[in-house]
């Protein structure tokens, strides 16, 4: 059986144990039990995380929504753009390290849609996704684009987590990424 890594905010939290399940005869998967919550502690938290968790074969993670946030009002973001793209470069990178394995397969997540604004903020954070899964040799799960094709739907009463729909269709997405790059 394979082990894969699945890394991220609470987002993924709603949808790891479904992917888990959906992989079940191919691969186990899991995951911290702690929020990710934006890039830098994400990186940070790589040092805690891995050596208590199965060593990975494949690892796929996310951070962007809590890096865009201004939580303290300052008319800018929490990580902007040039230090996001830093972190997520120094995240692939670190996973490689860490793990002893340069070649790790990894999968960057684009981070998904809210109820809020039009969203052009989070397709600037997305497309510096591309640019770091394209720069490391990583593949890219688009869970922007699944969540979007039906934002209502997908997306549960807090404006912004996923409902049962979006955790199925994201975690229907997720698997099938995953499954194409073990199988």
């Not at 951070?63 to 830093?86: I, S, T, V």
């Not at 099938?176 to 790059?181: E, P, Q, S």
Request: proline share 5%.
């Amino acid at each position: 059986m394979k082990q894969i890594l699945l890394l991220g905010d609470s987002v993924r939290m709603q949808y790891q144990s479904v992917v888990g399940e959906k992989l079940k005869d191919i691969a186990v998967v899991s995951g911290p039990e702690e929020n990710g919550r934006w890039s830098g502690y994400t990186l940070n938290s790589l040092r805690f995380w891995l050596p208590n968790l199965p060593a990975p074969d494949l690892v796929h993670w996310n951070a962007g929504l809590w890096d865009m946030g201004d939580d303290y009002q300052e008319g800018r973001h929490f990580y902007p753009l040039p230090l996001y793209e830093e972190t997520c470069h120094r995240i692939c990178r670190v996973l490689r390290k860490v793990t002893g394995k340069p070649d790790l397969p990894i999968v960057i997540a684009t981070t998904t849609p809210t109820l809020h604004g039009d969203h052009a903020e989070i397709q600037q954070y997305n497309n510096v996704l591309r640019r770091v899964a394209a720069e490391e040799n990583a593949s890219i799960n688009d869970l922007y684009a699944v969540v979007a094709s039906a934002k209502a739907e997908m997306i549960g009463e807090d404006h912004i987590h996923l409902s049962p729909a979006g955790v199925e269709a994201v975690a229907s997405q997720t698997a099938a990424v995953l499954r194409g790059l073990i199988d």
